[in-house]
């Protein structure tokens, strides 16, 4: 099983336009949905549609229009109750694959709800012997930016047996980093500029290098993270595709042709193929095949459509291993 934990969960309401956007104008829309989202949520769906048990485990009051549109996805889903309702976000996408993200910030964690949620993690784990966590997204209002780390620590304690993924950003992502010694995941899945925050360095020019086929400057940062104590660093670059980094190796993988229709959920789906991967047994460099095509099928699918393995292309997935 593939447990995932999401703090701050979203309803994803992708407004999709027929036109480029227009400042400032009146638009009418070809589409709207609204899905339960969330960068664990997006995980676990996507594993659940590959046939892999998952469960994701988030804060929600039972009568949440979040709850309802994760059964109606069918999401295996475990809500720690709370008063306050879950957010909501805003995504805007082109024609051309534009696409622009309005995030609202959460309702508050107090630290009542904080305990609640880490003890119902630690009971998930056991009662599901979940070799791979993920705890994925940003930190609701309230929460200490270190309390990825904390978690971390606790799971290492409490369940030695189970492998740890964390995907954040921002400060969360920083604080994280501070603990490494001390407690490290095994999996950190960054971007670009997330994995500069890690490592006091431009992000952006780490994308642009990888853009342009230099994918050095990335793997030395990497390096620099699997040194401090993280398994396997897997950086997400998006057209240029992703690089995996372990104390053993490092390896890149390009996309197969994609047309790129929405990024939302692409890093997400990207995990999951990585996780899903990992638990089949295959070799570093399968997982991060895997992964890359993930990511790119979730590319090609309109609003935060996640990809079924039908729809993976593996075979044009280039990987190749780096000195």
């Given at each position: 099983?593939?447990l995932?934990f999401?703090p701050?969960?979203?309803?994803d309401?992708?407004?999709?336009l027929?036109e480029?956007l227009a400042?400032?104008s009146v638009q009418?829309?070809s589409?709207?949905?609204?899905v339960?989202?969330?960068k664990?949520?997006n ?8 046939g892999h048990p998952?469960?994701?485990?988030f804060?929600?009051?039972p ?6 549109l994760?059964?109606?996805?069918s999401?295996p889903?475990l ?8 957010r ?11 696409t622009t993200?309005?995030?609202g910030p959460g309702?508050?964690i107090?630290?009542?709800l904080?305990e609640r949620?880490a ?7 056991r009662?599901?012997?979940?070799p791979?966590?993920?705890m994925?997204?940003?930190l609701p209002?309230g929460?200490?930016?270190?309390w990825?780390?904390e978690?971390?620590a ?5 369940a ?9 950003s921002?400060a ?11 407690a ?7 971007n670009g ?11 952006a ?11 050095a400057p990335?793997i ?11 398994e396997?660093v897997?950086?997400?670059?998006g057209?240029a595709?992703a690089?995996?980094?372990t104390?053993?190796?490092a390896?890149k993988?390009?996309?197969p042709p994609t047309?790129v229709?929405s ?5 997400d ?7 899903l991967a990992?638990i089949?047994?295959r ?6 095949r895997r992964?890359v ?6 590319a090609?699918?309109p609003?935060?459509?996640l990809?079924?393995?039908g729809?993976v292309?593996?075979?044009r997935?280039r990987?190749?291993a780096?000195?």
């Amino acid at each position: 099983m593939i447990l995932t934990f999401t703090p701050n969960p979203s309803v994803d309401a992708t407004l999709t336009l027929p036109e480029p956007l227009a400042p400032g104008s009146v638009q009418r829309l070809s589409a709207l949905t609204h899905v339960a989202g969330g960068k664990g949520v997006n995980v676990a769906h996507a594993a659940h549609l590959a046939g892999h048990p998952a469960l994701v485990l988030f804060p929600a009051g039972p009568q949440d229009p979040f709850v309802d549109l994760a059964a109606r996805e069918s999401i295996p889903s475990l809500a720690v109750p709370m008063r306050a309702r879950v957010r909501t976000n805003t995504t805007i996408t082109q024609p051309d694959g534009t696409t622009t993200k309005l995030n609202g910030p959460g309702p508050t964690i107090d630290a009542e709800l904080r305990e609640r949620l880490a003890r119902a993690l630690v009971e998930a784990v056991r009662e599901h012997d979940a070799p791979w966590v993920a705890m994925s997204g940003s930190l609701p209002p309230g929460v200490p930016m270190g309390w990825y780390g904390e978690l971390v620590a606790l799971l290492r304690r409490e369940a030695p047996a189970t492998r740890i993924a964390v995907d954040t950003s921002d400060a969360a992502m920083i604080a994280l980093g501070r603990s490494f010694e001390a407690a490290a995941p095994h999996l950190i899945k960054p971007n670009g500029l997330e994995l500069g925050q890690l490592v006091g360095a431009d992000g952006a020019d780490l994308e642009a290098r990888a853009d342009r086929g230099d994918y050095a400057p990335v793997i030395r940062a990497a390096r620099e993270i699997v040194g401090q104590g993280v398994e396997s660093v897997l950086v997400t670059l998006g057209g240029a595709g992703a690089v995996l980094v372990t104390a053993e190796g490092a390896w890149k993988a390009t996309p197969p042709p994609t047309t790129v229709v929405s990024t939302v959920g692409a890093g997400d789906s990207s995990l999951a193929g990585y996780l899903l991967a990992h638990i089949e047994g295959r070799a570093p460099d399968q997982c991060l095949r895997r992964a890359v095509a993930y990511g790119s099928a979730a590319a090609g699918l309109p609003g935060t459509t996640l990809p079924r393995p039908g729809q993976v292309d593996t075979e044009r997935t280039r990987v190749t291993a780096l000195d």
